[in-house]
Structure formats: C-alpha cells, structure tokens
C-alpha cells in the first residue's frame, strides 16, 4: 500500500513541475518541497534538515524572484533531492501519517511545517490572556498543574514482555513472602523431636501476694485465726509501711542513748574477738621450730603440773590410758628410735664424740621408758602365747580330722597357714639387734622348734621354693626363675656344695645326649615329612618322650646349678649352656611338629615338670604323689594329638594352588608318559598366602576361623546412607536402647517419638518466627576477641 | 541481652546437676566416641552430634543412679593371727542375724544318693535331683516344700527353665520336663543318654549333653529342636554356659574344652586345658575367667577373651566341682571338701577365703545362690546350704531377676521375656558382632563374597514370564509358561551334570593303568 501511494506521489511531484517552470518557479518549488515533507515524514533526519534547509533557501527565493540564473540552479538541485527522495523511498516501506500538530503557519493544503521551538504553540500561546486577568483562580491553578505534569507516557510494552515482568516480580514478592517460613520450617526440621501443640498451654501460677489477697477465711478454725491475727498489733496489713504497729511502739519507747551505748558495747565485742582471730591466726602461721618447742614444752609443764595434782586425788585410770597411748604413739612413731636423720647423723659421729653418745643413749633411754610399760604386757603375752599355740594346734587337730586338707604338706593352699611361713622372717630377724622384737617373736620360734630340728630351717626354706614354683604363672621364663631361686637361696647355705661336681658331669653327659638328640630328630623329621602323617607322628611321640625326660634332669640341674651361683661365677656359664640346650630341645621339637607353630603346647605342661624337683628327706613323698599323678597321664598323648589337629586344621583353611595343566596338550599323554614338571609349574596359579590365623601364638588353641553365615545375616550388609564409613556407623549403633542397659529416664529420651501430639488439644497451626541469623563461625570469634557480643541479632 | 541469658543458663546448670565421679562414669562408656568435627556432612554431623550427647547423658544417667545401690557388700575378715578359712559354719551362723542364719541348714537325704542342684535365676528356689530318682522343689528361704517327686529312674541332672514352674530333668534315657507340681509336661525323645543340662534364659534354649558326646538344642519357647552339634570326642559330662555371650563350654576326656554356639557346626574354640580329663568348669558372671579342673590334679584359672592362662593350682586331690559366685568367689569341691577362694583370677592366691567340710560324703553338684550369700551343695548324702559372706551381688535389678517376685510380676516376666527372646543364632563369641557391618575387608574373601551373593541372587531370582497382549496373558497361559520354564532349567541343570559326570570318567579313562587304547579296542568290540 504504502510503496503503491508513494509512487503516485512522486508521479504527481514529477508531472506538475514542467507546469510550475512555466507559471512561477518559485511558488512551485515551495509547494513541492512541501509535498516532499509530507511525503517522507519520518525521513532519517539528515534527509528531512536537507529538505528543510532547501525549504528555506526556496522561500528567500520568493522574496526576489528576478534572480533567475540563482533560481534555475536551486531547482536542478531541488529536482535531485526530489529525486533522490524517491529513489530512496522505493527501498523504505514508509507509513504516510496525518501531521496533528498545531502550527502557526497554516498552509493552503492544511499542511504545516514545524521549524524550531519558537514556532511550535504553546499552552501560554493559547491561554496567556488568562494570566492577565485575576479571575478563573482555580481553573488557572488545574491549568499550571497540568502544565507542570504534563510529560508524554511511554510507549506500552508488548503484552508477553509485560507478563513476564510482572511474573518476575510476583516471584519475588512471594519468595520474600514464603522466606520467612523457612527459619521455621528449618527449625522443625532439625528438630529432634516435635511435640504438639508447640506451646502447650500453661495455667497462670498463682503468686503468693495474690492467694494473700483473695484469701477469705471459711473455716471456723480459719477465721478465728483470722480474727486473732487481724486485731493483733504484729501482723502488717498497712499499706505503704515497712514496720508494724509493735515494732513502731517499740522504736517509740526506746531511748537513743541508751541505743547508741549499746550498739557500742557491741561493737567493741566484735572488735575484740576480731583481734583475737587476727592473733591466733599469725601464731598458727609461725614457722619457728624453736617456738613451737618453747611452747609445747610450757604447755607440757603446765599440763604435768596439774597431771600430778590430778592424779592423786581422782583420774589414775585416765592417766593410765594416756600412758598407754603415748606407748602406742612411741611404738608407731619410733621417734626415740635414733630413726631419724638427726639421729643418723650423731650416729655416724658417735664413735668419737662422748656427748653424741649420751645424747642418743637419751633418746633411747626415752623410748624404753616411754615403752616402759610394753614390757609387762609383753610379758602377759608370754604368758598367752603358749596357751594360744595350743589353740592352733588344736585347730590342726580339727582340720585333721576333715581330711588332712589344711595340714597335710601336699597341699599347697595349706602351706602357709601352719606358722611354717614366719619361719623366714625368724632368720631374718635374727640378725636384727633389737631385744624386743626378739621377744615378741619367740613364742612362735619355740613352738617350731620343738617340732623341727636346726636342718628343717633349711629344709622349709626349700619346701617354701619349691610350693612358689607350682604357685608362679607358667609364661616365667626359666632364667628368670633360676635366678629367683638364686636370690632366695643366698640366705641359706646349704650342703649341697659337695654335689656341685657330680652335677657337671650329668650336664655335660646330657648336653652330648641332646646334641645327638637334635641331629636324629631332623633326620627323623625329613624322613617322616616323606614317609606320611602317621608315621611322623609316632615318631615325634618318642623323641618328644625322650626329649621330656631329658627336659626334667636338665630342670633338676637347673635348680643346682643355681645354688652354685654362690660359690662361683664359672657356674653361670654352665647355666647358660644349659638353658641353650633347653631350648633347642624345645625348637627341636616345634620343628618335628610344623614349622608354623612356634610354642610348643608342652610348655602348658611344664610346671608339672618343675614339681618334679626330687627333694631329699620327708618331702620326696609329697612330691611322689605329684609325680604318680602325671605318670598317670605321661601315656595320654593328648598334646601331640592336639598338635597334630590343629596343624590339619591349619593346612585345611590355607588356599591351596590351582593345577591348571592339561595332560595331553602340546605333548603326548597316556600310560607311562609322565606329563612334564616344567609345564605342571607353569600351568599351577598359585594360591595367595594365607591369612593370619588368629590362634597363631596360642598354640593350645584352635580358633574357627570361619565365619557363621546365620549370624552374618542378621548384620548389616552395607553401610546405610548417611554414614560414610563403617565404624561411624558402628560407633554410633554402640549405644543400647533398652531398659535393661539405660536409666528410665535414659530409654524414654533414646525412644522418643520423632513427633508427639497431645489428644484433646488443639493443634493450631504453627506461625512464622523471626529470623535468626548466626554468624558464621569466624566472625565469631572475631566478635569474641573484639567486644562481648552474643553473635546473634535479630532482623525484624 | 542475650549474651546474660546464656550466662544464667549456665549457672543454672552447674547448680542443678551433680558432678558424676568420672571412674564411676568410665564404667558405663560403651566403647569410643565418634569423631565427627571434620566431616563434610552437616546433617550427618548434627545427628552424631546428637548421638554423642544422647550417650553421653545416658552414661551419666547411669552413674547417678549408681546412688540406688544402697547395698554393700563385704566379706570375712579375720583379725590378728585368725584365719578366715578356719571359721566354723556354725561359727559364722551363731554371729550373724537370725534371718542369716536360718540360711545355714543341711538336708540329710542319704537314700536317694548324690544330689545335683539348681537355684532359679533370682535364686529364691532350688530343684535338687538325687541320683536315685528322687527329685524336689523348695522355696529354699522359706523352707517350703513345692513338689516332691520320685521318677523311678535314674536322674542324671536338673536344671530350672526360665521360670520357676518348669524344670528340666535329664533322665536314664531321655530329658523330662515337669511343672511346679510335679506332672510330667514333655518327654524330649531326642535328647538320649544326657549327662548335663543347660538352659540359656535368653534365648529359651535347653542344651544338653550326654553319652554320645551331642550338643543338643531345644528351643523352649517353640518346642522345636534347634540343633544338633557332634562333639566327635565321646562321652561328656561336663558342661558350662557362659553367661556372657550364651555360649557353651564342653569340657572333655583328652583335656580340651570345646565352645559352642548354635549356628556353628564346628566348635568355636577348642583349648587344651589339661592333661587329663576334664573334670569342671566354671565361667564367672562378666565372662572374663574361666576356670577348670582337671584330673591330673590341676586347676586352672584362664581369660576367656584371650585364651590365655592366668593361674595354675594344684589340687591334693582332683576338683570335682567348680562353682564361681556373682561377686567372683570361686568355690572348689573335691571328694568331701569345698574351698572357697576370693579374687583367684588376678592373683595367686596362697591360702583359701573358706572352707568346709561334709563328713563321708562327696560332693557332686554345687551353685552359688544368686543375690545370696550363700553356697548350695549337692552331695551324696543330701544337700547343704553354707553361708559364704561376700558371695553375692547385694544390688538386684528386678527387671532381670527379681528375688522378691510376686505370681503377677513372675508372669508379665513371662511374657515380657518371650518378646524379648533372642534368636539362636545370634550367639557368638563376642555379643557385640552384631554391631559391625559385614563388611568384606579382605580381596580375597570379598571375592568368595561376591560370588556367593550371585550364585545366591541367580538362584533366588524368580522366573517372572513378560507380560503379553491380547488375551494371551492370563493367569493360565502364565502358569503354563512358568513351568515350562522350570522344565526347561530342570533339563539344562541335568544336562551340565550329566556332562560333569561324563568328565569324569574321561578323566578316570585317562588316568586309566591301561590308558585310553584299551577302551577304544573295548568300544569297538
């Protein structure tokens, strides 16, 4: 349409212009490029100023239209931008639009050209007589408003534009809305437990002012009471009063002075009291021995003073018992006992200084008489102590009667009970110097020796070794005990030196046996690894025999050798070989059995091999009854069995290697043909090593290593969600829930109900909170450091 | 503002709670606390953070009401050169008070031969069973006779079940069941030749050994037998429950003591213990220590957590009773004595805590009487009850054994107990396994793992036939279509091992002396 009207339009500019040369040039060309303006309204603007500009130059042209040379020029130039114009239009699709603007300059074709600001009209051009009269206030007024307001609105944006915006906003808005739900919402979730309703409600408590307040007396009872109390003169119903009527009087009748003396008087009191406390409390703090002696020492004079008037006339028993306290307080304390480092040192000097002598002669002196009286009651003592060995003795008679259990030396729960165990002590006493403890320890001494002669001394000394060896845990090592032995043999010295030599030459033979021992059994070993099970393990059942009495004889020998330590340190030597040797009997036998096991289960046994100590005199029969005992069970081949089980067990559990060679494939097979090594070990995988057994160092024990596929299934198979690792996850299930392992309380708080309601409440629905914000953590403790704050605010 | 609210909080709660002696506290840890500061995970780090403060509270919980326990116990003391063991019984019951002292008494039943006897877990009744056939129920406190009954037969054990109107007798030939009153309720047919009886409370399980050296299980809650455990190693006549862990211990003729749990057909552990044959066992109340005797004139004293032995005693003659009370005291019978040791297990102890004596008698069957200070002993001339001061553990918890129960308290027991039960193959060594996550740690054994769960998987998979359109996908057409299918697998399974046998013997032609030759000649002919 529009390209159509164009046309037509430059047809009309083209066709009239030979008309217009020929009429009057200038008025023609005003009109035309009149018609061009309209024609290209919205022209880029370049175009449209050149159009305007020509415009100008044709109405100066008007003015003195003689000038034709000047006016054939401007035309051409006029007849080109025409021309270009419609050039330029055919390419621009334009809309033609009806110009609405008012104008001053009213042309013939009710066209109008606005040229600049000036021309434009105004709202003053059309009502500036207004403002010359002084009426139409108020339309003046609506009128400036509008003028002041006046601004021209934007364009509308398109409708899906529009919508989208105001979708965006609407999100936003309601985002700001739900927000301040989620504080709450996260609240709740967080949450252990929830317990509805949320604010449960709370009767008002009633305060004491206001039961005070309505309380109206009913009862009889009550209003008497009510009725005494309201007319008494104590009780304060008075408002605005801090005394009551009694205490008001009181203050009346009260003289000042006599207040103010009396307050006084206090006072002073407290004053004085106060300055006692003060001293008391310095004196205390006084460091000086010498004080405190001066003072004890004064003290102690007085109190004797009136100790002696005292005791004539009533308190002799109070008297005694202190005495008898003091006895008892020296004999702990030992403090006259020259114990004391004061003491030491006048001791050491004593040998030539006389004074140091008498001072410590004092201190004893002091004792005995401070003890004094321990001696007479040591004495009844004496006296008892007989009576009160036969009441043991009775007692053993007692025992006797239910089955030598307590008395009888085989026991050895026993052997400590009979007064045997103070044995050692006596001797040990002996050396000791001091005359009472002799004394107190004789009665038992005596009563022993008539049972026993000087020999037994020895004798129980050895009995009480030997009842340690079968008390002492087994994992001792033999060295450890031989020298355990040495040391308490040391105090005893006995015969047995004589026996000394006799001993080496057993060593030294059985050291021989065991070598050549050691040499069979390997061989032994080697053979029976080729021969079969069966066969090994008889043999190993011989030697392990042979190897175990050897084992006693080189025990026996042990326990000599350490008597021997005394006499020599070339013994040692001996022992040391000898405990080699014990060893190597054990290996020997470790090895002949598998190489994996590396304690022999024997060692259970060897106590009892230690019992087998042959002890001279009465006490070989107590040990012959042990010794039958284990003959009894010497032909139980119990351990090796064990042994045996457990190796097959072991064997059974490792992974074995898989053979994977074809017999017949790249080479010959059939009878007599043997399918190579070479291809056998490249074709066998080989099985992974086996896992450590978890009864790996107890050789008495067979663990089951497998596992209880029932029992598996009722453990969790995999880590459940949260938890990353498995001993999370463990840690946390360590706890248990029940009320067989928890507190009440405890179980109710483990098994509560992640939300709880309460029946017959209402539950009302929960309201936004205010949102907390939290810091995070470090600006914090930047607050921490800075100033006190609580790091929490809260945005309203 | 806020900072003071937090200030009084605290205040607030240092004033209202208590500080928990931290050694009383220790006790009640269960195990190391999860590190969770530097996980990743927040909510997984809330909630053990949660948890931790949840046990946290609870083990102080627990330590507060420590205050309840307002028993103590204590034991004999002597004084200058007395000795313990060397008070009387009749000593000790003339000292204490006259309800003490009621609880030393002897039963004199010299017709009915030795004696084996059961408390009841709250250890207010006894069952004794005489080898003769005699057998008796009695509110032993109250000396009230409940039943008395002579079965005609020999009686070989007796053992109470979970409540006091059950008890289990193991007879010549096979295990009865009777009531309170005495009627025969069951007859165990499969439980043959049995020596010993043990009843596990927690999982209602009566195990029972015998003659042939079987470790029998017979649930009593469900009637059903368990499960049947070959000893492989004869006759046994000694065995012991841990009460730990539920498991039990067989001791047996070559010295070894076998421990077993249901779900197991071989033993969980076999320790060589003595030389000899096994004579007793006992297990003390935590599972920590077990004690045996053997007849090479032993006793031993071992961990049970490590295996290990601790002590070695020597008895004059064998032990033929072991018994351990709840507070650790450790009582020997052997021939007519009984000796009672305190803390043995720790320490090597050189003179006994008691002892006793039954003339001419010997002693066969022996039980500290639970939350009782006192020692039951069966023996050949009937039963004695002997006061060991310091044997039982002063504070009970009722809602484990309560000894003043009334009928209605004995029954909600019942039930509760039965809704508690435990499932028998959930014994094992450690109680706390069940904790862990099976997880397969090793290559290898997660690979046997792995292939166990598909062969599993493929064979539980179900044959699930697709679904058809038009019509051809009724429930007759799928049934048809599901055998055919199972058919079909039938064929293929028995023609893998029809093709594996086949290898078989070609692997045996082979292997032929004679090689393959010879056949061919055969198969041509």
């Given at each position: ?15 009239p ?43 100066a ?5 003689g ?42 074709f009710h066209?109008?050209?606005?040229k ?6 105004d ?18 007024k609506k009128?400036?408003?509008m ?13 899906p ?12 808005e ?14 709740n ?18 305060t ?16 008497e ?12 119903e ?10 008001e ?23 004085l ?16 021995k ?22 004539q006339?009533?308190?002799?028993e ?8 003091m ?6 304390s ?7 480092k ?20 004092d ?5 005995r ?59 040990s006493?002996?050396?000791n110097?001091?005359?009472t403890?002799l ?6 001494r005596t ?30 090592s ?23 030599e ?21 061989k ?12 090994l393990?008889s ?5 392990v ?10 025990e ?25 040797v014990?060893r ?60 045996q ?27 007599g043909?043997?399918?190579s ?8 995988k080989?099985?992974?090593p ?22 598996t ?27 067989h ?18 029946i017959?409440?209402?539950?009302e ?32 | ?6 200030g ?8 209202d709670?208590e ?9 009640y ?22 948890y ?6 609870a ?11 307002t ?5 004999l ?14 000593n ?10 009621k ?9 009915f ?21 005699h ?20 009686v070989?054990?007796?053992?109470w ?9 193991a007879q010549?030939k ?34 029972s ?21 070959f ?16 498991v039990i ?18 033993p ?5 213990c003595?030389r ?5 066992i ?10 045996t ?48 040791w ?13 002892s ?8 066969h069957?022996?039980q ?22 310091g044997?039982g ?18 029954q ?10 435990i499932?028998p193959?959930l ?83 082979l ?15």
């Amino acid at each position: 349409m529009a390209s159509i009207q164009d046309e037509h339009v430059v047809e009309v500019s083209q066709n009239p212009l030979p008309v217009a040369r020929s009429r009057g040039r200038g008025l023609h060309a005003k009109m035309a490029a009149e018609i061009a303006l309209k024609i290209a309204p919205v022209r880029d603007k370049k175009e449209r100023d050149q159009v305007l500009d020509l415009e100008t130059e044709l109405n100066a042209s008007d003015e003195d239209v003689g000038n034709d040379s000047g006016d054939e020029e401007k035309h051409e130039q006029l007849l080109k931008a025409i021309k270009s114009l419609s050039s330029s239009g055919k390419k621009k699709h334009k809309t033609s639009q009806q110009r609405s603007e008012p104008n001053k300059t009213v042309s013939e074709f009710h066209l109008s050209v606005v040229k600049d600001s000036k021309q434009q009209v105004d709202l003053n051009d059309l009502i500036g007589s207004l403002n010359k009269s002084n009426e139409y206030g108020n339309l003046k007024k609506k009128l400036d408003s509008m003028q002041r307001n006046s601004g021209t609105l934007d364009v509308p944006l398109p409708k899906p534009e529009a919508q989208k915006i105001q979708r965006t906003i609407a999100y936003g808005e309601t985002k700001k809305d739900i927000d301040k739900w989620a504080p709450t919402v996260k609240k709740n979730r967080e949450a252990e437990h929830l317990s509805f309703p949320l604010k449960p409600f709370e009767p008002t408590k009633p305060t004491l002012r206001g039961l005070a307040v309505n309380f109206k007396p009913r009862t009889p009872l009550e209003q008497e009471v009510a009725a005494v109390l309201r007319g008494s003169a104590h009780v304060l119903e008075r408002s605005n009063k801090e005394l009551t009527e009694e205490e008001e009087k009181a203050l009346l009748t009260m003289d000042l002075e006599e207040a103010k003396e009396r307050r006084h008087e206090l006072q002073k009191l407290r004053a004085l009291q106060s300055y006692y406390e003060i001293k008391c409390h310095r004196m205390k703090k006084i460091k000086s021995k010498k004080y405190h002696r001066v003072k004890r020492k004064a003290e102690k004079r007085a109190a004797g003073k009136m100790a002696g008037e005292d005791l004539q006339n009533e308190d002799a028993e109070e008297a005694l018992e202190k005495a008898e306290r003091m006895r008892a307080l020296e004999r702990v304390s030992l403090k006259h006992r020259n114990t004391s480092k004061w003491a030491k040192h006048l001791i050491a000097k004593a040998g030539k200084n006389a004074d140091a002598k008498k001072l410590i002669q004092d201190q004893l002196r002091i004792s005995r008489t401070l003890t004094e009286k321990a001696v007479e009651s040591e004495s009844d003592e004496e006296m008892e102590a007989p009576a009160h060995a036969g009441g043991v003795e009775d007692d053993e008679d007692k025992s006797d009667m239910y089955g030598n259990l307590l008395t009888s030396e085989d026991n050895p729960w026993k052997l400590h009970t009979n007064g045997t165990r103070h044995l050692p002590e006596t001797s040990s006493s002996l050396e000791n110097d001091s005359s009472t403890k002799l004394h107190r320890l004789q009665p038992i001494r005596t009563e022993e020796a008539k049972e026993n002669s000087d020999e037994d001394l020895e004798h129980t000394a050895a009995v009480e070794e030997e009842s340690d060896d079968e008390f002492e845990l087994q994992p001792v090592s033999l060295a450890e005990k031989t020298t355990k032995k040495s040391k308490k043999l040391q105090g005893t010295k006995t015969k047995r030196k004589s026996d000394v030599e006799e001993v080496e030459v057993t060593v030294k033979k059985s050291k021989k046996s065991e070598k050549s021992n050691k040499t069979d059994s390997k061989k032994t070993a080697k053979e029976g690894k080729k021969a079969g099970k069966k066969k090994l393990a008889s043999k190993s059942k011989d030697k392990v025999e042979s190897l175990h009495v050897t084992g006693d004889t080189i025990e026996t020998e042990n326990t000599d050798s350490a008597n021997m330590d005394i006499s020599g340190s070339s013994d040692n030597k001996i022992n040391r070989k000898e405990h080699n040797v014990e060893r190597e009997a054990s290996n020997e036998t470790v090895i002949s059995k598998s190489k994996d096991i590396c304690v022999d289960p024997k060692k259970i046994f060897r106590i009892e091999d230690h019992g087998n100590e042959v002890q001279d005199g009465e006490s070989y029969s107590i040990q012959q009854k042990r010794i039958d005992i284990q003959q009894a069970f010497a032909n139980d081949d119990v351990a090796e069995e064990f042994v045996q089980e457990k190796s097959e067990i072991e064997d059974a559990s490792k992974p074995k290697d898989l053979d994977l060679s074809l017999p017949g494939w790249g080479a010959w097979a059939g009878a007599g043909i043997k399918p190579s090594e070479k291809k056998k070990k490249q074709f066998t995988k080989k099985a992974d090593p086996a896992p450590l057994r978890k009864d790996k160092d107890l050789s008495h024990v067979i663990i089951n290593e497998e596992k209880s596929k029932l029992f598996t299934k009722n453990q969790v198979s995999s880590v459940p969600y949260p938890y990353g690792n498995p001993v999370l996850f463990e840690r946390s299930m360590r706890n248990p829930v029940g009320k067989h392992w928890n507190t009440g309380t405890t179980v109710d708080q483990l098994t509560k109900p992640r939300v709880s309601t309460l029946i017959g409440t209402i539950i009302e629905p929960i309201k936004a909170t205010k949102q907390i914000k939290r810091y995070k953590p470090e600006n914090r403790k930047r607050n921490k450091k800075g100033k006190e704050s609580s790091g929490i605010t809260i945005h309203s | 503002m806020a900072a003071e609210a937090k200030g009084e909080k605290e205040i607030k709660k240092v004033k209202d709670e208590e500080p928990v002696d931290k050694a009383i506290l220790q006790k009640y840890h269960r195990g190391s606390q999860n590190r969770f500061k530097n996980l990743k995970d927040k909510k997984l780090r809330g909630k053990l953070r949660s948890y931790e403060s949840q046990y946290e509270q609870a083990a102080v919980q627990a330590a507060k009401s420590e205050l309840l326990l307002t028993e103590e116990p204590g034991y004999l003391e002597a004084e200058g050169l007395e000795k313990t063991f060397k008070f009387k019984q009749r000593n000790i019951a003339d000292v204490v008070d006259v309800a003490s002292a009621k609880k030393y008494f002897d039963l004199k039943l010299d017709t009915f031969g030795p004696y084996r006897i059961n408390y009841t877990r709250n250890g207010r009744f006894l069952l004794i069973g005489g080898k003769k056939g005699h057998l008796a129920t009695i509110d032993w406190q109250n000396k009230k006779l409940g039943c008395e009954v002579h079965v005609q037969e020999t009686v070989r054990d007796v053992r109470w079940l979970h409540i006091e109107t059950m008890f289990a007798v193991a007879q010549k030939k096979c295990v009865y069941i009777y009531d309170n009153t005495g009627i025969e309720l069951h007859c165990l047919k499969n439980h043959r030749q049995v020596n010993r009886l043990e009843f596990l409370p927690y999982h209602f399980l009566l195990a029972s050994v015998g003659d042939y050296g079987i470790l029998k299980y017979q649930d009593t809650s469900t009637g059903k037998p368990v499960c049947e455990l070959f000893s492989k190693l004869g006759k046994c006549d000694c065995m012991t429950q841990n009460p730990y862990n539920a498991v039990i211990h067989l001791g047996h003729y070559n010295g070894t003591v076998t421990m077993w749990a249901p779900s197991m057909k071989d033993p969980l552990v076999k320790m060589l213990c003595h030389r000899g044959p096994v004579q007793a066992i006992a297990i003390d109340n935590k599972g920590y220590y077990m004690a045996t005797s053997g007849l090479d004139g032993q006793m031993k004293i071992w961990d049970v957590r490590t295996y290990k032995q601790l002590q070695a005693y020597y008895t004059p003659t064998p032990a033929s009773c072991l018994a351990i009370s709840q507070r650790g005291l450790l009582a020997v019978g052997h021939g007519p004595h009984i000796q009672i040791w305190r803390d043995p297990f720790t320490q090597k102890q050189k003179s006994p805590y008691m002892s006793h004596l039954f003339p001419s008698c010997t002693v066969h069957g022996m039980q500290f009487s639970p939350f009782e200070d006192v020692l039951g002993v069966g023996h050949s001339q009937g039963f004695g009850s002997l006061l060991i001061p310091g044997a039982g553990e002063p504070n009970f918890d009722a809602l484990e054994a309560n000894p003043y129960q009334t009928k209605k308290q004995r029954q909600e027991f019942e039930v509760k107990a039965l809704l508690e039960k435990i499932q028998p193959e959930l014994i094992t060594l450690n109680p706390m396994d069940i904790v862990h996550v099976n997880h397969p740690s090793k290559k290898g054994t997660r690979k046997d793992g792995q292939n166990d769960d598909d062969e599993e998987s493929n064979s539980k998979e179900k044959f699930e036939p697709k679904h058809k359109t038009k019509g051809r996908s009724s429930s007759k057409k799928q049934h048809l279509r599901k055998k055919g299918h199972e058919q079909q697998e039938k064929k293929v399974s028995e023609i893998q091992s029809n093709c594996e046998a086949a290898m078989e013997d070609v692997d045996s032609l082979l292997s032929h002396p004679l090689g393959l030759g010879y056949f061919q000649d055969l198969i041509q002919v």
